[in-house]
């Protein structure tokens, strides 16, 4: 069956640097989630959105965006990368804003040095 | 608000061991509630999940119960497997976003 896509698997990059993570949601998911995985640590949800439209907002710093495509990809964009932005970012996909069961992909390791 | 507080590990088992990993939860209402498996260098699996009061999750031999009167969620399997090894997370529904736990570390040696 297919699973949540994400890429790129791994991503470096230095201080002040802006990123852009991808994730592509099972077919036919409608609702986007993204959560940030810090060494050691549980994921924290970032943000979520549904039929393109932002539903809700989690610990996501201002430096930080996202958005929902018309194929339902979405993209989490990160500018002025500090060190402790790096971590495990996790998308999540489900079908249904009220479907509690999320479907997570590989993630994408990012490291700011 | 809302919160999950999992048993500290790590949890070092010989094959064939009873594992129980605990967990509670805070929550107002009725979340669902999950158990997601992180194997070494993937992602997030759903391992098995809960929606309502005494409910009874199960997948792969694991097993987790849905107790509202002591608001826990405790994963148990009577016979653990070295391909077992990894960390369990603990998860509740929070509206339309997942509150996980820190986390446990199983190590099951041969």
């Known amino acids: 069956a297919a699973g949540v896509i994400q890429s790129p698997r791994h991503l470096i990059k230095e201080k002040r640097e802006t990123a852009t993570l991808k994730c592509y949601p099972i077919?036919?998911?409608?609702?986007v989630y993204w959560y940030q995985q810090g060494p050691g640590q549980d994921p924290q949800f970032l943000i979520s959105f549904y039929e393109k439209m932002q539903s809700d907002k989690g610990s996501i710093p201002d430096r930080f965006s996202a958005q929902q495509f018309s194929d339902y990809h979405s993209e989490l964009n990160m500018s002025s990368l500090e060190l402790g932005d790096s971590a495990l970012y996790f998308c999540?996909?489900?079908?249904?804003?009220?479907?509690?069961?999320?479907?997570f992909g590989p993630g994408t390791r990012l490291t700011v040095t | 608000g809302n919160s999950v507080t999992q048993m500290e590990g790590p949890v070092t088992l010989s094959e064939e061991a009873f594992l129980t990993i605990n967990c509670t939860y805070t929550?107002?209402?009725?979340?669902?509630l999950f158990w997601y498996v992180q194997y070494p260098g993937e992602g997030l699996q759903l391992l098995l999940k809960?929606?309502?009061?005494?409910d009874k999750g199960s997948n792969k031999g694991f097993e987790a119960t849905y107790r509202k009167e002591t608001t826990s969620f405790h994963l148990e399997k009577g016979s653990v497997q070295v391909s077992d090894s990894a960390v369990y997370f603990c998860a509740l529904s929070d509206q339309r976003k997942l509150i996980f736990g820190q986390g446990t570390t199983l190590q099951v040696k041969p």
């Open positions: 809960a929606t309502k009061a005494d």
């Open positions: 999540a996909s489900s079908l249904g804003r009220h479907t509690y069961e999320q479907y």
């Open positions: 929550a107002t209402g009725y979340p669902s």
């Open positions: 077919p036919r998911h409608d609702t």
